[in-house]
């Protein structure tokens, strides 16, 4: 069925306008006539996202759903099963209350195939940019086990861990950036518009200048000259990093350098480990098979360094190690997490410990985001003042030896 628009008039001449699911046009008319409005104008509700390329329509999110928009998605189903609200209605009324265009599309598509006897899991599994493999593998747990309503509730649990750790992690990287910015722009005027200025003086005085200050001044008339070359520079240097990271090799490079960065390594580090303990408990909890829930997780952690590890992990599981065997070798946890994972396994309760661990880790993170301005400071100062430094030298050190060589002549 389509979403419609319609627009008409009551009984009293007002203007009645809104939307409405229907099987065509008709059914639309006889419903509102019944209503007693006189229709004006129905016409099928076109997504906003029709007829754009795709690149437009994902940085617009008409290829994907946010974290909020799945978070809010994922609690909605889970009250609905609660309820015992057959699943085709729930996925109704769901789209109905939406405000997402992608997911309303994505409702109808799912309530076809369920219409059509498809499991909600192989529904779901047909849209992977709305659902990955650890959602679908979530839910498919949970129908055949009978117990969709707790995992919609684990689910919602986890994405909401993950929106709380991408949140921190955003908020980390949100003050540097800033800085960086405002830096590049300063140099950009300097360079541009102030040190051009300098250099007429400079001509006209017929003196020796420094090398510090030659070195300025021809990048300056060089980017003055060419301010097209370097825009050209600076825009193939991202297009070519995101070539470079598009491949896996470059990704694994790149998601590798990341976690060796002062200060900000260690937060995306262990928000990356909170998010694979609290995925992987989640999953081993629901009664995902341990092999299963590796391949799962390593997916999730959106670090392709650790999903070599975790996957190096399956292996080791699959060859018979213990979890603490196969945590050691993958090199990507601390004796004390060790040491946790070893008392979870001898009493049984991995998930447990696992949480706790995801648990310590988010607290470890928030600190650390919240001390990171003066973490931070001192290394954006130093090079700031050593940047002054190079221009104060640069564009003042001709003046002060002019200034010299004329109280010598005095």
């Known amino acids: 069925m389509d979403i419609f628009e319609y627009k008409g008039r009551n009984k009293r001449g007002e203007i009645m306008q809104g939307t409405i699911e229907s099987p065509n046009p008709a059914a639309v008319s006889a419903w509102l006539i019944a209503a007693g409005i006189a229709p004006i104008r129905i016409q099928v509700q076109e997504s906003k996202f029709k007829g754009q390329p795709a690149w437009l329509r994902a940085l617009q999110g008409g290829d994907s759903l946010s974290l909020r928009e799945l978070l809010l998605f994922t609690r909605q189903m889970g009250t609905m099963v609660k309820a015992g609200v057959p699943m085709i209605e729930a996925l109704a009324g769901i789209q109905k209350s939406t405000a997402s265009q992608a997911l309303v599309g994505v409702l109808r598509d799912i309530r076809a195939d369920l219409e059509r006897g498809v499991e909600l899991s192989g529904a779901m599994a047909r849209h992977p940019n709305f659902f990955n493999d650890y959602y679908v593998s979530m839910v498919k747990v949970g129908e055949g086990s009978g117990q969709l309503e707790e995992i919609f509730k684990r689910l919602h649990e986890q994405i909401d861990f993950e929106k709380h750790m991408s949140q921190k992690i955003k908020g980390a990287l949100r003050y540097p950036t800033f800085v960086i910015v405002a830096i590049s722009i300063a140099i950009a005027i300097m360079t541009l518009f102030v040190i051009p200025v300098f250099a007429q003086t400079y001509k006209g005085m017929h003196a020796s200048l420094p090398t510090i200050t030659l070195l300025l001044l021809a990048v300056s008339k060089f980017s003055v000259d060419y301010w097209w070359a370097v825009l050209a520079m600076i825009g193939s240097s991202f297009y070519a990093f995101k070539l470079f ?166």
């Not at 994972?341 to 985001?369: C, F």
């Not at 973490?375 to 003042?396: C, D, N, T």
């Not at 050190?397 to 200034?403: K, T």
């Open 245 to 410: 990271i598009d491949q896996p090799k470059g990704r694994y490079t790149w998601d590798k350098f990341k976690l060796r960065l002062p200060i900000m390594g260690s937060i995306i580090k262990k928000a990356t480990l909170a998010r694979f303990c609290r995925s992987f408990a989640t999953a081993s909890k629901s009664g995902v098979p341990l092999v299963q829930a590796f391949t799962l997780v390593s997916r999730v952690v959106d670090n392709a360094f650790f999903e070599e590890r975790i996957l190096l992990m399956r292996d080791g599981v699959e060859r018979g190690e213990s979890l603490l065997l196969t945590a050691q070798a993958a090199g990507i946890f601390t004796p004390l997490e060790l040491q946790m994972i070893s008392v979870g396994e001898d009493t049984g309760d991995v998930d447990g410990m696992l949480n706790q661990v995801a648990d310590m880790y988010r607290e470890e993170v928030e600190y650390e985001v919240s001390r990171l301005s003066e973490s931070i400071e001192p290394i954006l100062l130093a090079f700031m003042g050593v940047l002054v430094l190079i221009l104060m030298l640069g564009v003042f050190l001709p003046v002060w030896q002019l200034g010299k060589v004329a109280l010598v002549k005095h």
